[in-house]
């Protein structure tokens, strides 16, 4: 079945430093791309959606690139902080009328002091 | 706005007996939907309606597991005769129909374990 593959499952970054996590999708007709924060016991927080292709979108700290070309889906946490030390998520919609998403497996980031 | 409302937040239930979860999505959403975490599978999609009807199940197991969505305001999802496989965050989310991009909010999700 279609897949979304996410890297790394693990990362360990000083604060300060960036965090890359890139997520790959087979599904070629995906259509919406979102990615999720989920730290210790809480549900999952949505950070952004996009849906245009190679599109580049900034959040507060982070920078979020959409490669459809590619199937590739990044997030980049810029000069990151010990309160973004959480899980990471990608999801895509594989459709685009309206459907479930289809998770990545995750990232658990730790931000050193 | 309260957010989605999952209830209980923890469940612990003996091996084969049945375990309801509750579901009252954000008011005036009319998709909901079910999912799955575990540590070993993460996040996986078991069902969801539309406007209370099923609409696709094909994350569910086909054994033991239902759901259903009776009213506007609420969905349960029922596993019947528990396994300790089946141990694992339940996460209900809802969203806008009108919103075809169907950003889901979710709930905090219930922690079932099976003893």
């Known amino acids: 079945g279609e897949q979304v593959e996410q890297r790394p499952p693990h990362l360990s970054v000083r604060e300060g430093d960036s965090a890359f996590i890139t997520c790959t999708y087979t599904d070629p007709n995906s259509y919406y791309f979102f990615w999720y924060k989920q730290e210790p016991g809480a549900s999952l927080q949505l950070l952004m959606k996009v849906f245009s292709s190679t599109e580049i979108n900034e959040g507060q700290g982070f920078t979020v690139l959409l490669n459809k070309k590619d199937k590739r889906l990044s997030l980049n946490l810029t000069a990151a902080h010990p309160g973004d030390s959480a899980a990471y998520f990608c999801?895509?919609?594989?459709?685009?009328?309206?459907?479930?998403?289809?998770f990545g497996t995750g990232t658990k980031l730790q931000v050193v002091p | 706005n309260a957010g989605v409302i999952q209830t209980p937040r923890h469940k612990v239930t003996g091996k084969g007996q049945e375990a309801t979860l509750w579901c009252e999505p954000i008011?005036?959403?009319?998709?909901v939907f079910w999912y799955r975490q575990t540590i070993v599978q993460g996040l996986e999609f078991l069902t969801y309606?539309?406007?209370?009807?099923?609409?696709?199940d094909s994350g569910m197991p086909k054994e033991r597991f239902s759901a259903q969505m009776p009213n506007q305001s609420h969905s349960t999802l029922k596993i019947q005769s528990t396994q300790p496989q089946d141990s694992a965050v339940y996460l209900c989310a809802s969203s806008l129909v009108r919103d075809i991009s169907y950003e889901q909010y979710f709930g905090p999700g219930t922690r079932l374990t099976v003893l």
């Open positions: 999801a895509v919609s594989p459709s685009n009328s309206g459907t479930y998403q289809r």
């Open positions: 008011s005036g959403h009319s998709a």
């Open positions: 309606f539309r406007n209370q009807a099923p609409i696709d």
